[in-house]
């Protein structure tokens, strides 16, 4: 079993005037090598969401850790989210299969596919990567 990976996001600052972060520190790119993930806490819209992030070929992408059948989190084994052959992402609970570079819905149970996992934009910085939660695309 893997260890939990799961981290805060700390915020960030754009600027020394701005009280409220702009977007928030995930990790350092190099933590999360192809075909894994790193789940992290982030503030959105005045509620702590527990998101994960994925690098699928070198490519990050981070959703909200919620299936769109039932909003539960996806990864019933801690941190796993891909499948088995790394091509997708998937819900553990549901057997529903995501598409990493868009969330998109490919299979799962009716009603389930063309729904997308709510996606959190990322910026690269210097090797690091950061999330904005003022701009999470809902489903």
Known sequence: MTPKRTRRARAARS????????????????????????????????????CFLVNCDGEYHAYVNRC?????AMDWIDNQFFTADGRYLLCQTHNACYLPRTGECIFGP??????????????????????????????
């Open 68 to 72: 769109c059948h039932i909003p539960i």
């Open 110 to 139: 009716p009603g389930t596919p063309g729904k997308a996992l709510a996606k959190v934009p990322l910026e690269q910085s210097d090797g690091t990567i950061y999330a904005s939660p003022r701009s999470v695309q809902q489903p």
């Open 15 to 50: 600027s020394r005037r701005s009280s409220k972060p702009r977007r928030y520190l995930v990790c350092r790119a190099s933590e999360v090598p192809p075909g894994t993930s790193l789940k992290f806490i982030l503030p959105i819209d005045g509620f702590d969401e527990e």
